[in-house]
């Protein structure tokens, strides 16, 4: 008999009945203030609708050139002059873009470009510190117009000069053609 006692202690532990005769133990959670909850879901649409839509929040292009200072303005002309030279512009795609200059904001006095600039890195130079990379990119985009190979390598040369990651330079691209 003894060791049937032993073996009943050992698979029956006293505290097994003590657990099952006690009320289960109950999950007490605090609901959040309705404020948190709403403060919360705007801040997850918020950052969504950021993520979905960052290039666009992080570069915004309206291209307007009567928001920009004189200064401003002058070097974005002078970028899209320079591209304008280096790519393979005849003169109606020179004319179209001038006519679009205008419609942004150019003084209707300017008839040509600036004067040619054979280096572009000093250009290109005031152009980031002024920080006016996308405007510039996105200007001298429009003004070349067509998609030919010579286009095409001076805007991958100019990207890459101002720092102008793929995905914005792809987006910029379809919102003013080249």
């Known amino acids: ?9 050992a698979v029956l ?6 657990e099952s005769s006690a009320p289960p133990p109950t999950c007490r959670r605090s609901i959040p203030d309705p404020a948190t909850i709403i403060a919360a ?5 918020v950052l969504h609708g950021w993520l979905q839509n960052r290039h666009q929040t992080r570069y ?4 307007n050139l009567r928001l920009h200072s004189p200064a401003e303005v002058a070097l974005i002309l002078e970028s899209v002059g320079h591209a304008l030279r280096a790519g393979d512009a005849d003169e ?7 006519a679009w200059l205008h419609s942004i904001g150019a003084d ?6 600036p004067g040619p600039n054979p280096d572009a890195a000093p250009l290109l130079d005031r152009v980031r510190v002024s920080g006016l990379t996308a405007q510039a990119y996105a200007a001298s985009t429009r003004a070349l117009g067509r998609r030919t190979l010579t286009n095409r390598r001076y805007l991958d040369y100019l990207s890459a000069r ?6 914005v330079a792809r987006s910029i691209h379809r919102r003013f053609g080249g």
Do not use: C, H, N, Y
């Open 162 to 167: 101002l720092g102008i990651p793929d995905e």
């Open 1 to 9: 008999m003894k060791l049937r006692e032993l073996f009943d202690r």
């Open 60 to 63: 915004p292009l309206i291209l």
């Open 41 to 45: 879901s705007l801040g997850q649409k």
């Open 92 to 98: 109606p795609a020179v004319a179209d873009a001038l």
């Open 108 to 113: 209707p006095a300017l008839t040509g470009l």
């Open 13 to 18: 532990p006293e505290t097994a009945t003590a």
